[in-house]
């Protein structure tokens, strides 16, 4: 057990580089805030980032980190976890670093179900190199890279995520810090790979990216947060709710209307391990889905390697480097 931390033991003395009213800064204090109730030593924390505006998160932290190179966090990330799978290591990552030049590190390490806490952020645009379209920006979107418009389409962080294996997938908006704190506690204590995609404001290159799901006005009827074991009721009024139709998509309803009653909303079952619920709620666009989408336990590689090390040192009679030298085929030269 450790002296209990609050959130200023986490921040380290580095200025914050990142523009006033960037969602990075929310983002920094639900990390911040989590980390000190997770009653882990500081010394036990290892930061990993890549490149883009999200990878200066290791300056600000105070704690162990590493700001490594485009689209490689996800690689030394899991050379992190593997060399020490005592430490809490959580990779900084964003739409860009993740998902292009690093997208086959992104999905392997998600197959291989390594044991890394992974904060996606999701602002639709490349912010640290001036505004060019990213992996994730609406088709048709105008930018720097894109003066016509975007003719690509963009990839679902999620249902990428869930379609490579994902035993855990999350996802939050920026500022909802209260809840964004308590998905990353839970991402602690799953043992395997943890994905929370965090829908973030670019306030320079792509503001109001979100704005469709985070306006005053609506968001309560455009958002809608899962918890296990819950029904899926959202609303301004908590009379919308989610159903499974017969030709297996997800409809939104109006409870009361219709024929339509609470006992027709689908209660959420994070811990199913058949993928088909989870992937359509990844992909539902309006309402969007927040919270923990998908939580399943299965053996993780970090674990399974250590595993597979030991129980062949305990068979081999190999015990030292003179043992491996002389054995099998020699001969003298």
């Known amino acids: ?87 809490s290591v959580w990779q900084i990552t964003g739409d860009g670093d993740a998902l292009a030049i690093g997208g086959n590190h992104f999905i392997h390490e998600v197959r291989r179900n390594i044991d890394i806490n992974l904060l996606l952020f999701n602002n639709e645009i490349y ?84 704005a469709f799901y985070t306006d005053r006005e609506h968001k309560e009827d455009r958002q809608i947060y899962l918890k296990h074991g819950e029904k899926m009721i959202f609303g301004k009024n908590k009379d919308k709710g989610l159903v499974l139709e017969k030709d297996f998509k997800i409809k939104v309803v109006t409870i009361g209307q219709d024929g339509y009653t609470e006992d027709d909303i689908l209660v959420h079952d994070a811990k199913c391990e058949c993928q088909v619920m989870h992937y359509l709620l990844a992909g539902l666009k309006t309402p969007v889905v927040t919270g923990i989408i998908r939580q399943v336990d299965k053996m993780g590689y970090a674990r399974a390697v250590h595993e597979q090390i030991e129980n062949t040192r305990s068979k081999s009679k190999i015990k030292s480097m003179n043992d491996l030298l002389f054995s099998g085929s020699t001969w003298e030269v």
């Open 1 to 87: 057990m450790t002296d209990q931390y609050t959130f200023q033991d986490f921040k380290s003395e580095a200025e914050v580089r990142w523009c006033p009213g960037c969602g990075d800064i929310a983002v920094l204090k639900s990390v911040q805030t989590a980390f000190a109730k997770m009653n882990i030593p500081k010394e036990k924390f290892a930061i990993i980032s890549g490149i883009g505006c999200s990878s200066r998160f290791p300056y600000y932290m105070n704690t162990y980190g590493f700001h490594t190179i485009h689209g490689r966090a996800g690689a030394i990330a899991s050379g992190v976890k593997i060399a020490n799978p005592e430490l």
């Open 127 to 210: 912010g640290l190199t001036k505004g060019q379209f990213s992996p994730t920006s609406k088709y048709g979107q105008v930018t720097k890279s894109s003066p016509f418009g975007t003719v690509e389409h963009p990839f679902s962080p999620g249902e990428l995520s869930i379609g490579a294996g994902a035993t855990f997938f999350a996802r939050g908006i920026d500022v909802n810090v209260d809840d964004n704190v308590g998905i990353m506690i839970e991402m602690e204590k799953h043992k395997g790979i943890s994905i929370f995609e965090i829908l973030q404001n670019c306030v320079i290159f792509n503001d109001g990216a979100h």
